[in-house]
């Protein structure tokens, strides 16, 4: 069983809806939660971090952890064709240095 | 500001050849980590470097190896390559007090034949 599961979709919406993005962990020692956005032969980009539970929001982005479920959430409001990209979880115990990713749920917003 | 830097972007070898690959991190970052992604297999950490030293390694075989030098840029080293080692090979850069967040590079796609 892989540490970090995540649907690797493809998940195609149209544009204006709420994206729900999730991941399950088995690890009960992370309690750091990131996620990232990629797009096409890019680097990741660093979106949002939570540490331990509870919720995060910037702008359109909301962040949820809960770690009795071992789940956490990216919702994206407003969604935009922009928004098209693959969307990683990643999460890291305190003090490893390393962080531990899902695979990646590509999403494509539709006009 | 200058984001991080990788090269070459892409490069080919052969089995058995040895693969460098260079980052620079953004100014101010004095740890570099390394991460593998393959077609299928998400991203894999590889090693962390701060402040000239290795910190931390995943779980690669020791032909995996790298260095960090005193301007805190960072190469990575596969020697022996095999043709499982074609990926994705990205790094990022960050602060050793706030390893959540990092940022990472455009990647270098290596390609062994």
């Known amino acids: 069983q892989k540490e970090v599961e995540q649907d690797p979709g493809p998940l195609s919406v149209p544009e204006g809806a709420i994206v729900s993005l999730n991941c399950t962990y088995s690890n009960s020692a992370f309690q750091y939660f990131m996620w990232y956005r990629q797009y096409s032969r890019k680097g990741p980009e660093l979106l949002m971090y939570?540490?331990?539970?509870g919720n995060k929001e910037d702008g359109r982005f909301t962040a949820q952890v809960d770690k009795s479920s071992k789940y956490i959430s990216l919702f994206i409001r407003d969604s935009q064709p922009s928004d098209s990209a693959t969307y990683l979880c990643?999460?890291?115990?305190?003090?490893?240095?390393?962080?531990?990713f899902g695979q990646g749920t590509r999403l494509t917003i539709n006009p | 500001e200058a984001g991080v830097t990788q090269s070459p972007t892409h490069l080919i070898k052969t089995r058995g050849q040895q693969a460098t690959l260079r980052c620079s991190p953004i100014s101010g970052h004095t740890s570099v980590y390394w991460y593998q992604q393959a077609l299928g297999l998400g991203l894999q950490f590889l090693l962390w470097y701060d402040e000239g030293e290795e910190r931390n390694r995943g779980n690669f075989p020791p032909r995996f190896s790298g260095r960090q030098f005193p301007n805190y840029s960072s190469e990575l080293n596969v020697n022996a390559l095999e043709l499982e080692d074609s990926a994705l090979y990205l790094c990022a850069g960050g602060m050793n007090r706030e390893f959540a967040e990092q940022y990472f590079g455009p990647g270098t796609r290596l390609t062994v034949t």
């Open positions: 990643a999460m890291s115990e305190q003090g490893a240095q390393k962080l531990v």
């Open positions: 939570t540490y331990s539970s």
